[in-house]
């Protein structure tokens, strides 16, 4: 999931997606050889559901990681982020034993206990999310970005958020069925693997939109351009 670091997080997704893609187009070419495939090649389809959520998990740490350097990047004062994420990153200074360290916030010293912040909000939540669920996802964003509840964003016409979040979640447990018990509890299709594709390639245009129009707000330019969404099965598999 490597990616240069000029490359936008949303368009790197795409660039990863084309690997679940890839799986499906095996998954065709393989059914249609022999009646005795069709029953087999489902294990592709299990491996691309694994693989999409790991391309989930990829663009939301990316996401929130870019953002936050452009903010600290761009900020010539700490007011660029908001007041969650200010009191969140200098709780570790009162709550030092040493009264001398709140002098770190001294000058410039702000920006540094921000990029702790960071570092320290990485390591919490990107354990998590090998299993990226909504409000794990939520929770990293408020504390990185100080965005509340970015599942909320997740609309489109036909889907509300909280139709979106619950079928995010139903992705999260399919992964985990197959990760952890080989099976999963149903026969897992190529439909389901497109739909699933589909619903995070959606949710993903829309969380980049919402931190673009964050980064935005805080800082008067685009650190990206705004997404639309346009399906990787443009090809058919």
Request: hydrophobic share 40%; with cysteine; net charge positive.
């Amino acid at each position: 999931m490597g990616r240069k670091p000029d490359i936008y997080p949303h368009l790197n997704l795409w660039k990863n997606l084309d690997g679940v893609h890839r799986l499906l187009e095996i998954h065709t070419k393989m059914s249609g050889k022999k009646p005795g495939y069709k029953h087999n090649v489902e294990v592709l389809n299990k491996s691309a559901i694994v693989l999409l959520v790991a391309c989930w998990e990829a663009f939301v740490e990316d996401l929130a990681e870019d953002a936050f350097s452009i903010l600290l990047r761009r900020a010539k004062k700490h007011t660029v982020f908001s007041s969650r994420v200010l009191a969140d990153a200098a709780k570790s200074l009162k709550d030092a034993s040493d009264p001398r360290d709140m002098w770190k916030l001294a000058g410039d010293g702000w920006r540094q206990v921000l990029r702790s912040h960071k570092t320290t909000i990485f390591e919490r939540y990107t354990g998590k999310l090998n299993t990226p669920r909504p409000h794990q996802v939520d929770a990293l964003y408020e504390s990185v970005l100080g965005i509340k509840s970015i599942s909320r964003t997740w609309r489109w016409q036909g889907m509300k958020p909280q139709a979106a979040v619950s079928k995010l979640e139903g992705l999260i447990e399919l992964r985990g069925s197959i990760a952890h018990r080989v099976e999963a509890s149903t026969t897992v299709l190529k439909n389901h693997v497109r739909d699933y594709v589909d619903l995070v390639n959606r949710i993903a245009v829309q969380t980049s939109n919402a931190v673009r129009i964050e980064v935005v707000s805080a800082t008067g330019k685009e650190p990206w351009p705004k997404f639309s969404y346009k399906s990787i099965f443009a090809r058919q598999p």
